[in-house]
T-cell receptor, first 111, second 113 residues
Framework: GQQVMQIPQYQHVQEGEDFTTYCNSS?????IQWYKQRPGGHPVFLIQ?????EVKKQKRLTFQFGEAKKNSSLHITATQTTDVGTYFC???????????FGKGTHLIIQP | DTAVSQTPKYLVTQMGNDKSIKCEQN?????MYWYKQDSKKFLKIMFS???????INETVPNRFSPKSPDKAHLNLHINSLELGDSAVYFC????????????FGEGSWLTVV
């Protein structure tokens, strides 16, 4: 079945440093989505990328979709304590409803 | 109004017991899911349910049985609970179709002792 790999699993940064998480799929994706889960919370949708090479920004967050539509990245500039949480990428389940999630990147910020 | 709501939020129970988690969504979606999140935060789909059609993830033990009285509700019943069932269970919903955005409930923290 389709797999979505995500690295790194954990990332420790000092507040103010940048952060990047990477996602790779074994198959070409029609779209890729990113979710954020705060500690003790539930995953919340951030954004969807559809087009090859697409780049989208949300304030300090920059999302990219690879040219081959098999990889994606999320970059956070100048992290803040509010960025703490787990970031998941997710792709379609190949014809079935729902999404396959990457294993997530846990962002830990040291003040 | 909460879009996807599930109860209870916390559940502590003994091995061998049977328990249920209830879920309701008011988004008008036709598809609902149960996802399991383990201690390492891995999110795995257990079931998807669309207009009375149940799609079972074959890795889920048959002790787990979803029940959907209507398209706005999807409950999860678990028989003979085991220690390894301890996890966070998320109910979710989406529009029908592969790759649509998923809206999660707040989760039900199940601890089996």
């Amino acid at each position: 079945g389709q797999q979505v790999m995500q690295i790194p699993q954990y990332q420790h940064v000092q507040e103010g440093e940048d952060f990047t998480t990477y996602c790779n799929s074994s198959t070409t994706l029609s779209n890729i989505q990113w979710y954020k889960q705060r500690p003790g919370g539930h995953p919340v949708f951030l954004i969807q990328l559809v087009k090859s090479g697409e780049v989208k920004k949300q304030k300090r967050l920059t999302f990219q979709f690879g040219e081959a539509k098999k990889n994606s990245s999320l970059h956070i500039t100048a992290t803040q304590t509010t960025d703490v949480g787990t970031y998941f990428c997710a792709g379609p389940r190949g014809g079935a409803d729902g999404l396959t999630f990457g294993k997530g990147t846990h962002l830990i910020i040291q003040p | 109004d909460t879009a996807v709501s599930q109860t209870p939020k916390y559940l502590v129970t003994q091995m061998g017991n049977d328990k249920s988690i209830k879920c309701e969504q008011n988004l008008g979606h036709d598809t609902m899911y149960w996802y399991k999140q383990d201690s390492k935060k891995f999110l795995k789909i257990m079931f998807s349910y669309n207009n009375k059609e149940l799609i079972i993830n074959e890795t889920v033990p048959n002790r787990f049985s979803p029940k959907s009285p209507d398209k706005a509700h999807l409950n999860l019943h678990i028989n003979s609970l085991e220690l390894g069932d301890s996890a966070v269970y998320f109910c979710a919903s989406s529009q029908t179709g592969s790759g649509n955005t998923i809206y999660f409930g707040e989760g039900s923290w199940l601890t089996v002792v």
